[in-house]
């Protein structure tokens, strides 16, 4: 990312999030962020679909109870919590948040939350993908309620565009983010079975989406075929999905979203517009930042509900409350 880009980033964040704030463990911690990166690094090398993951597993955190770890937290005993909900269904990266965690615990006991750990290692995927860098403000502490119900707002892949847009808009996202944030899927994959409806019995009076390419239609019926494995994964990004860049909007744009949410993003005016101004005939010359628009939407996202000063804990296990 360029310095001027860079700079505007800072700014935003500078600006926008008052109750967090950049560098807040450089005094009690001073190798947290490094820690986190260093982690995240070395579990994208043993498994390069890590940085999807926890970037899904930072958008599932926040977008539930906001920002403060509630998805962490595990209890077989009950089964009644938030990443208990079938919304949840497919998370991982839990495994990465706990290793962070333990390292620093061992140099840093008490001090750095789980909720900061989790949108720290989240920027680190978009990095290590060919993303945006960007400044994370921290400071989050971790909550102490995680409740299976309250998943029950996440967005889902059937949800027509209005529902998605209101969703968003109840917590504090417009319509831009809702664009730039649903782009995050540049990067991951998805199961057939969220394509089943979509493929095989989308409404009475089409068998498919009508909005997908006829092109990509026998394409992705090939991959995700009428009663087959629904555990099969593919890309959700066609041509481009190991590495964070705007193909994935130039793809909803042409009808060739893999999944319906994506899709639905270029049938409504607003939210068309957005992805117009990053891709139209003028927008890669002269229209927005697609990267630094990406990272500022992060930034809100990641300021939704957060838990600062004495409200909340540090937890001394991530999946569980002190």
């Not at 926890?54 to 990443?83: M, W, Y």
């Not at 990067?187 to 009475?204: D, H, P, Q």
Request: include cysteine.
């Amino acid at each position: 990312m360029s310095w001027a880009v860079a700079f505007v980033v800072c700014l935003f964040i500078s600006t926008s999030t008052a109750q967090l704030q950049v560098g807040f463990y450089q005094n009690s911690c001073p190798n947290a962020e490094s820690v986190v990166a260093s982690v995240v690094r070395q579990a994208t090398l043993s498994d390069p679909t890590i940085p999807a993951a926890l970037l899904r597993l930072h958008f599932h955190d926040c977008i539930v109870q906001g920002c403060e770890g509630s998805i962490l937290i595990q209890s077989p005993a009950t089964g009644n919590q938030e990443k208990d909900s079938s919304n949840h269904a497919g998370l991982r990266g839990f495994d990465v948040i706990d290793n962070a965690k333990a390292q620093l615990e061992s140099q840093c006991p008490g001090i750095v939350s789980c909720a900061d750990i989790v949108a720290l290692a989240a920027r680190d995927a978009i990095t290590l993908t060919q993303g945006p860098q960007y400044d994370v403000p921290t400071g989050r502490r971790d909550g102490r309620v995680s409740n299976i119900a309250d998943a029950n707002s996440m967005p889902q892949v059937r949800d027509s565009i209005n529902v998605l847009k209101s969703k968003f808009a109840a917590k504090g996202l417009s319509d831009k983010d809702l664009v730039l944030l649903s782009a995050a899927h540049t990067i991951g994959t998805t199961a057939c079975f969220f394509l089943e409806n979509r493929l095989y019995s989308f409404s009475t009076n089409s068998q498919s989406d009508p909005s997908i390419n006829p092109s990509f239609l026998p394409e992705l019926q090939a991959q995700c075929p009428q009663n087959g494995n629904v555990n099969v994964r593919i890309p959700l990004d066609r041509g481009s999905g190991n590495i964070f860049d705007i193909q994935i909007l130039r793809n909803i744009r042409s009808g060739f979203a893999v999944i319906e949410s994506d899709a639905a993003l270029y049938q409504d005016d607003s939210t068309r517009a957005v992805v117009d101004s990053y891709i139209g005939l003028f927008g890669n010359l002269f229209g927005p930042s697609f990267e630094q628009d990406f990272a500022e939407s992060m930034v809100r996202m990641g300021s939704i509900g957060v838990r600062t000063g004495s409200d909340g804990e540090i937890r001394r296990v991530c999946s569980a409350f002190n």
